[in-house]
């Protein structure tokens, strides 16, 4: 089943500002910084717990238990104790914690925003001929939830534009389309509109007007 890639991507992005929260704590020198990432953490590892990611779950439980060694004084990177700068040690490895989270949401975010990116380029072909065959009513209202699903549906029967629409569904779940369906015809919407030529008038049509003469010249 294909997942809701906006609300994936929301998440992601709210959980790096609580990161960034997290390093400006780290800047200021905060005493509280050690327990503020241990306890960030629990959020990004239920993240990728709830949409099936394993193996980051697994690589940010390693870094919370990381965290945890360094605050029964013992080094993760060694399984030395220690009996000095152990406080100096919870920052680093606390640090090196937040670091390693932040390193994958920035890289999910991308990879989410790229994936709805390369939807919304395949959805715009698909609208520009939906405007052409005029598939959608003069009174079409886009902020309308039901009248967007309704088109979404009509797209995918439709012989001019049901193969695309089909192969975008593949990629894509039917709220992200609609999100992006919306989107693109908002700014259609608002987009100016090329005012038609003005014609001339033919002389034909007006006798009054004298058509111009061609000139023609010849070579000797």
Not at 68 to 92: C, F
Not at 165 to 192: C, E, F, K, V
Not at 195 to 212: F, K, T
Request: hydrophobic letters at 45%; charged letters at 20%.
């Amino acid at each position: 089943m294909l997942g809701f890639l906006h609300a994936r991507k929301q998440q992601v992005d709210a959980l790096l500002v609580q990161a960034s929260g997290m390093f400006s704590k780290h800047n200021r020198l905060d005493l509280d910084f050690v327990p503020a990432v241990k306890s960030f953490l629990a959020a990004p590892i239920e993240h990728y717990r709830s949409h099936g990611r394993s193996a980051t779950e697994n690589e940010l439980l390693s870094a919370e238990a990381q965290i945890v060694s360094a605050e029964q004084g013992i080094n993760p990177l060694t399984g030395e104790r220690l009996l000095t700068h152990r406080r100096e040690l919870r920052r680093m490895i606390a640090l090196k914690a937040l670091q390693q989270c932040a390193a994958i949401l920035r890289g999910d975010s991308a990879e989410l925003a790229q994936r709805l990116a390369e939807g919304e380029a395949q959805l715009r072909p698909i609208v520009l001929v939906a405007l052409q065959q005029g598939l959608l009513p003069p009174d079409f209202r886009h902020e309308d939830q039901g009248a967007i699903e309704a088109l979404w549906s009509r797209l995918l029967k439709d012989a001019s534009t049901g193969l695309a629409a089909r192969q975008l569904a593949m990629q894509l779940g039917p709220h992200d389309i609609q999100l992006l369906l919306t989107t693109l015809l908002a700014s259609a919407a608002a987009a100016p509109r090329t005012p038609a030529p003005d014609r001339q008038p033919s002389p034909a049509a007006h006798p009054e007007i004298e058509a111009p003469r061609a000139e023609l010249s010849f070579s000797p």
